[in-house]
């Protein structure tokens, strides 16, 4: 009789468990895999402030670094340094060295972080003495210049050298 009664509740206990594992699914379906894609969508929110965190820590070493190499305390104190704008600090280099400006044309500039960089091509005449101290007078000075590309050539018409420099000079953003 045991047996019996055993048998008959069978389809009973599994409909009864199907019944649970469907009703376990729609638990699943409405309750845990939204809060998986949140928590998905958080993990990828937290990747990206890292991702951002690491980039604005390494444009605060670069001014740490440059602060250093310049002797300020910081990119204001630069830019209170180097109140000239870009064309006129390169003019008054230009200047100092007895190079002649032949042409100087800029490709306009882009920002870094907090820093914009202004990209110049220059064209001078004079002799290679005065092509090194206007190079050395840009490494030297109070602003972050970086000469990309220097080429000297003997100009055929008065047998001057002629100067042409690719230079990138970077100002804290909002300085020209």
Known sequence: MNIRCTGTRLPFVLAAA??????????EMAFARPRLQEIQRLNDECASL??????????????RRLAVHFDVAGLAELTARSQLDAV?????ALDRSGLRRLDMTTNGGEDFGRLRRSDFLIRASGNYAEIQTFVRDLESGRRL???DA????????SGDLEGRFNISIYDPTGVQ
């Open 88 to 92: 006129a600090y390169l003019g008054q």
């Open 50 to 63: 890292q991702s951002r965190i690491q980039d604005q820590q390494r444009l605060e070493s670069e001014g």
């Open 145 to 147: 210049v970086s000469i």
């Open 18 to 27: 199907g019944l649970l594992l469907v009703a376990g699914l729609v638990i």
């Open 150 to 157: 220097l080429a000297i050539k003997t100009m055929l018409e």
